[in-house]
């Protein structure tokens, strides 16, 4: 069973900057970032898979201002986050694959979640 533990969320005013954490019991072959806004439907944001050089894979809306990165040897997941947007409002999950990445979904195919962290951009 792997753990995720967020941490980093707050909130920010519009064009500011987050950076969130994700502390993993284990490192796993695919970790991703999620958010999910009320009352829409949740959505992949930004994803790594961790064999040296296999890639990094964004969402349309977060590229040029979201990075994610890791630290194997800490087992942690960042995500960063600039340029902040109202839009950008949501609760933020951590997620663990062991196997097979999916990129693009709402989650399935993922097995290991967090608790998530929240995200709150202002005018």
């Known amino acids: 069973q792997v753990q995720l533990l967020e941490s980093g969320g707050g909130s920010v005013q519009a064009g500011g900057s987050l950076i969130l954490s994700c502390a993993a019991s284990e490192y796993t072959y695919c970790m991703s970032w999620f958010r999910q806004a009320p009352g829409k439907e949740r959505e992949q944001v930004a994803g790594?898979?961790?064999?040296?050089?296999?890639?990094?894979w964004y969402e349309d809306s977060v590229k040029g201002r979201f990075t994610i990165s890791e630290d194997k040897e800490k087992r942690t997941l960042y995500l960063t986050m600039r340029s902040l947007k109202l839009e950008d409002t949501a609760m933020y999950y951590c997620?663990?694959?062991?196997?097979?990445?999916?990129?693009?979904?709402?989650?399935?195919?993922?097995?290991?979640w967090g608790q998530g962290t929240q995200v709150t951009v202002s005018s």
């Open positions: 790594v898979v961790t064999t040296a050089g296999r890639g990094t």
């Open positions: 997620a663990a694959e062991l196997r097979d990445c999916v990129w693009g979904g709402s989650g399935a195919g993922w097995s290991y």
